[in-house]
């Protein structure tokens, strides 16, 4: 009797609590839920919020230098870089990139109401069923093929917008990444595309960037958006409607199993976005290395370097293929562990909480039939598995976000690249005797470049990308109709002054003055021949548009091409209209004649030949040098033909050994002394032969004597 009052009391407690958390249940039921949403915008916005940056590596090289590299992880500097792109792919509110992701959000919200229905008209299906109800079933079945076309039409938009709105991107960046690449009228002579390739060395393959990676980046960008927001208001509306069925307390105890599984997924993850950046640096690496199979084939045909070309590319290949079967075997293994969560131990989970109207009478909810406890179990496991996926796709997003990371890692870095290029910043491996004192202080300087009508150089150091300076201190002046011929043995700088002048390489030091970069033109031994038109070739860069505006038609392009005598090329080739791959139809010699008559066509103030006549007959040589000189074209010419020498008026010479003379060219005097001394060469080839011929004449004259 004492054991039974003492449990009355406490059974009468019990049933106070209960009574009272009945009667103010739909209040807490509201609370949790509210907290429930509260729970998953934090966590998702602190599973996607950054870690802690680091976004130098520091470490040794391929080739053991140090190197620096961007650290590829879904951190401050990612969310930082994207932030920067996401200002050039989304330029306004109203753009067509913002209009379409209106769109796109729109749609997926529409889709997840019709999910909601169609989860409870699923369960209304069973329960008619169940209780035999075939006027019910029919309506029902009615109602899932009505469904079915906005469903369809929902899901066939979200596919078409989300391409569009990748598509989109791809334009704006890529659109953004050419007008840096290969500038714009503002600035144009910049030329980023040829002091990407040859000052620094942040990029190997930048055409790998601009083509693959932006359009990678892209689909990943317009993906991430339905792969991140869609899926957490899945959650949000499915757990929503399923707390109205099962109850709050099912929803709180289902999130903190899920969670603590989520964590152990998390922890497992490998860095997948740390992987996407280094599979597409080595696929990148894979292809530079067949683009220069491709484009120094003669060469390595003519050495017989077949077995050491196929050894670097399969080296490079084999390095492909071991990251990636590296990769593989993290992604099987940790999609065993993501399925077994997920799927299975997330689903006994979504069971158990499906059980609790069925086997457990909840406070406030009336009693069902078994119809009704059908309905609402096949509902509620529909909400589940709908929640379930949705939550999985939450998690997989961090998947996605890592791998987004990669790709905006590698587009960041080019547009990091051409800005720091466009400032005049350069990272390149230096040659080693760069790091002697009086060298490093060179190389921290910087020259002055003023415009003017004359090329003068005052103190200028000759420097290469690498470090390596040709010459300390070059001076030198050419007036406009002073032709310049430079001279010396390769390596000693006369290209390296030509893309001085022409605004390629920096200037380390002194007084620069020199007309504006497009007042020259090159035309080296092997000229650019570009794809297009014969016309093309000759009014390169200009457009047909831009020649007819100049004034100038097919007739004034004949005449241009009768005076390299190639005007029967026209009609040999079918006309001005005609394209071939130029490269391959004409002979060196013919290149060489078109690209003196594109010199012809735009008549600059300078024109810088290195070797330019190296093919041509000394006769057709001699005309194409007078028409310049008649067309006020300044020379400045490469050339070891003394044939040349009459044509200009100054020598600059180098001595290879960093000297240098310049001084006007007395051309006959030049000559005389060229053929003197080829005549004592020849002479000092006789000595030899004429001592031997000597030490037999005496032999002979010794052997009379003593007979």
């Known amino acids: 009797m004492a054991i039974q009052s003492t449990l009355r009391p406490s059974q009468e407690r019990v049933a106070q609590l209960v009574n009272a958390y009945a009667k103010h249940r739909p209040l807490v039921q509201r609370a949790l839920t509210a907290g429930f949403v509260v729970y998953v915008i ?91 109800q075939p006027a019910a079933f029919l309506l029902n079945i009615l109602k899932w093929l009505l469904v079915a076309i906005p469903a369809t039409w929902t899901n066939s938009w979200l596919s078409y917008v989300q391409n569009k709105l990748a598509l989109a991107y791809r334009t704006r960046l890529t659109q953004e990444v050419m007008r840096q690449y290969l500038g714009d009228e503002k600035d144009n002579d ?106 120094f084939a003669e060469e390595i045909a003519f050495f017989g370097g077949e077995e050491t070309e196929k050894m670097l ?113 350069f990272e390149k491996a230096l040659v080693s005797s760069a790091s002697i004192e009086d060298n490093a202080k060179i190389l921290k300087g910087r020259g002055v470049v003023y415009e003017s009508e004359e090329i003068e150089f005052e103190n200028v150091p000759i420097v290469t990308p690498n470090g390596d300076i040709l010459v300390r201190s070059l001076s030198f002046y050419v007036k406009p109709g002073q032709h310049l011929l430079i001279v010396g043995p390769n390596g000693c700088g006369k290209s390296s002054l030509f893309r001085i002048l022409g ?19 090159l035309i080296p031994q ?86 330019a006549t190296s093919l041509v007959p000394p006769d057709m040589e001699g005309m194409m040098m007078e028409h310049a000189t008649h067309l006020g074209i300044t020379l400045l010419t490469v050339s070891h033909r003394p044939s040349l020498w009459k044509y200009h008026s100054m020598i600059l010479q180098y001595d290879g050994q960093g000297g240098y003379v310049f001084t006007k060219l007395d051309a006959e005097k030049r000559l005389a002394l060229q053929q003197e001394k080829e005549a004592l060469d020849m002479k000092l080839l006789e000595v030899p032969k004429m001592k031997a011929r000597l030490a037999e004449l005496q032999e002979l004259a010794a052997e009379r004597t003593r007979v």
């Open 42 to 132: 934090t966590t998702t916005f602190r599973g996607l919020s950054a870690r802690p940056a680091s976004s130098k590596r520091k470490g040794k090289g391929k080739d053991g230098e140090s190197a620096s590299k961007p650290r590829v992880a879904v951190d401050a500097a990612f969310y930082q870089r994207l932030s920067r792109i996401l200002r050039i792919v989304i330029p306004s509110l109203r753009s067509k990139e913002a209009m379409l992701l209106f769109m796109h959000s729109s749609l997926l919200i529409f889709r997840t109401v019709i999910s909601l229905y169609v989860a409870a008209l699923d369960g209304k299906i069973v329960a008619s069923l169940v209780r035999a």
């Open 526 to 611: 092997r000229p650019y021949l570009s794809l297009g038109t014969l016309r093309d070739q000759i009014i390169y860069p200009h457009s047909k548009d831009d020649m007819e505006r100049r004034g100038i038609t097919d007739s004034d392009l004949l005449e241009i091409l009768a005076v390299v005598q190639m005007e029967h090329i026209v009609e040999r080739e079918g006309g001005w209209d005609a394209a071939r791959e130029w490269r391959e139809a004409l002979s060196g010699g013919d290149q060489q004649k078109i690209a003196w008559a594109r010199l012809f066509y735009h008549t600059p103030k300078y024109a810088v030949l290195d070797e």
């Open 313 to 425: 590319v399969e080296r490079e290949y084999a390095g492909l293929v071991k990251h990636e079967n590296g990769v593989l075997r993290r992604r099987w293994w940790h999609g065993c562990v993501e399925e077994g969560i997920v799927k299975w131990l997330w689903g006994s989970f979504g069971l158990c909480i499906c059980a609790i109207p069925v086997f457990f009478k909840l406070p406030g909810v009336a009693a069902l039939d078994m119809g009704g406890r059908t309905e609402g179990f096949v509902t509620n496991r529909r909400l589940l598995l709908s929640a379930s996926d949705a939550f999985g796709r939450v998690m997989y997003s961090y998947k996605d976000l890592q791998e987004l990371a990669g790709y905006t890692t590698r587009v960041a870095l080019l547009l990091e690249t051409m800005e720091d290029i466009k400032k005049g910043k």
């Open 503 to 521: 605004g390629l390489w920096p200037v380390y030091g002194g007084i620069v003055r020199k007309p504006p970069a497009d007042q020259f033109i």
């Open 190 to 295: 910049v030329k980023v595309f040829y002091k990407l390739a040859n000052l620094d060395d942040r990029i190997k393959n930048p055409d790998q960037m601009i083509t693959q990676d932006i359009q990678r980046f892209s689909s990943h960008l317009a993906a991430i958006y339905a792969n991140v927001a869609k899926p957490v208001l899945d959650v949000i509306l499915y757990n929503y409607q399923l707390s109205q069925n099962v109850g709050a307390e099912g929803l709180v105890l289902l999130t903190v199993l899920v969670q603590a599984s989520a964590a152990l997924l998390r922890a497992l993850t490998p860095p997948f976005g740390q992987y996407t950046a280094l599979s597409t640096q080595l696929s990148g690496n894979f292809r530079h290395t067949h683009s220069r199979l491709a484009e």
